[in-house]
Structures are given as structure tokens and as C-alpha cells.
Nanobody
Framework: EVELVESGGGLVQPGGSLSLSCTAS????????MGWVRQAPGKGLEWVSV???????RYADSVKGRFTISRDNAKNTLYLQMNSLKPEDTAVYRC??????????????????WGQGTQVTVSS
């Protein structure tokens, strides 16, 4: 059974930083691309970032230069380092397993398993 469990969310002031983690189990983590998505209050799901099995990364324009995705295959863990946070980054952040391995897909349809999410609130 595939399981994805996020941690690391919280309340941070604008300009601050947070680091999210996602621990995966139930599949061969190292062989799949993994991504982060988010959902702000009253809005739809937004793709944020992806990292392929080979380490190729891709980011949404809204977070490029501020967020960094990474993975530790030995620990079956996905990370998202978020810097220079803005109020508009407030959302529930969820990690997702891609159906792809070497393609850095931005299409939500290319993700088949999702974590429950962790709340990130950026506010003064």
C-alpha cells in the first residue's frame, strides 16, 4: 500500500522560511518522479514542483527562485525548502507520487497517489 506522509508545516511571517518533508512507503521510491502540489483556501489544486528519479527539477513560475525540491532515496523522503515566503503561499501542501519516472510532469493527471497534506500559513 502506497503511503505518503507530510510534515513540517506551520505559521511563519512573510519573508521567512519553512522546510517540508514527505516520507514515502509502499513502492520503490527511488524509481519514480515525485512532486509537491498545494491548495489555497477557496482555490483549486496547484502544481508547485517536481523532481524526477534522476534528480531533474522543475518549478511553477510562482515559486521559482524561492523554493527548492530535493530527495533522499536512502531515506525514502522528499523535501521542499521554502524561502522568502509570501502570504499568497498560504495553502495545504501535499506531496504526490508521479506515474512518470524520468519526466518532470506538471500535469496533475500524471500523479496517482497523494499525501494528506500539511498546512503552511504565511502571516504577520
Amino acid at each position: 500500500e502506497v503511503e505518503l506522509v507530510e510534515s513540517g508545516g506551520g505559521l511563519v511571517q512573510p519573508g521567512g522560511s519553512l522546510s517540508l518533508s514527505c516520507t514515502a512507503s509502499g513502492f520503490t521510491f527511488s524509481t519514480y518522479a515525485m512532486g509537491w502540489v498545494r491548495q489555497a483556501p477557496g482555490k483549486g489544486l496547484e502544481w508547485v514542483s517536481v523532481i524526477t528519479s534522476g534528480g531533474v527539477t522543475r518549478y511553477a513560475d510562482s515559486v521559482k527562485g524561492r523554493f527548492t525540491i530535493s530527495r533522499d532515496n536512502a531515506k525514502n523522503t522528499l523535501y521542499l525548502q521554502m524561502n522568502s515566503l509570501k502570504p499568497e503561499d498560504t495553502a495545504v501542501y501535499r506531496c504526490a507520487k508521479s506515474t512518470r519516472r524520468t519526466t518532470a510532469s506538471v500535469k496533475l493527471d500524471d500523479y496517482d497517489y497523494w499525501g494528506q497534506g500539511t498546512q503552511v500559513t504565511v502571516s504577520s
